[in-house]
Nanobody
Framework: QVQLVESGGGLVQPGGSLRLSCAAS????????MSWYRQAPGKEREWVAG????????DYADSVKGRFTISRDNAKNTVYLQMNSLKPEDTAVYYC???????????WGQGTQVTVSS
């Protein structure tokens, strides 16, 4: 049974930081590219960041470039998203996914809420 479980979301003030984690099981994690997506209320799901299976390459949406960092630890079957300089428009449910590339998804987690507000 494939599982992706996100954690680390919460409430933070503008300019603050959060670190999200996604724990994977039920598939060969080290062979999959991993990505983070987000979805705000009433909006379409948006791709945020991706990382190759080895961790050798990353890519980011223009809206988060320079503020967010994706990383992975294949020994722990875990992918991370470090979010700095958070803005109210970053408020969304954040999802991790696994796929053949970091622009496609075979598996999805159930999400973790991030709220940026003063």
């Amino acid at each position: 049974q494939v599982q992706l479980v996100e954690s680390g979301g919460g409430l933070v003030q503008p300019g603050g930081s959060l670190r999200l984690s996604c724990a994977a099981s039920g598939f060969t994690f080290r062979l999959y590219a991993m990505s983070w997506y987000r979805q705000a209320p009433g909006k379409e799901r948006e791709w945020v960041a991706g990382i190759t299976s080895s961790g050798g390459s990353t890519d980011y949406a223009d809206s988060v470039k320079g503020r967010f960092t994706i990383s992975r630890d294949n020994a722990k079957n875990t992918v991370y998203l470090q979010m700095n300089s958070l803005k109210p428009e970053d408020t969304a449910v954040y999802y991790c996914s696994a796929g053949r590339t970091y622009y496609s998804s075979d598996y999805w987690g159930q999400g973790t809420q991030v709220t940026v507000s003063s």
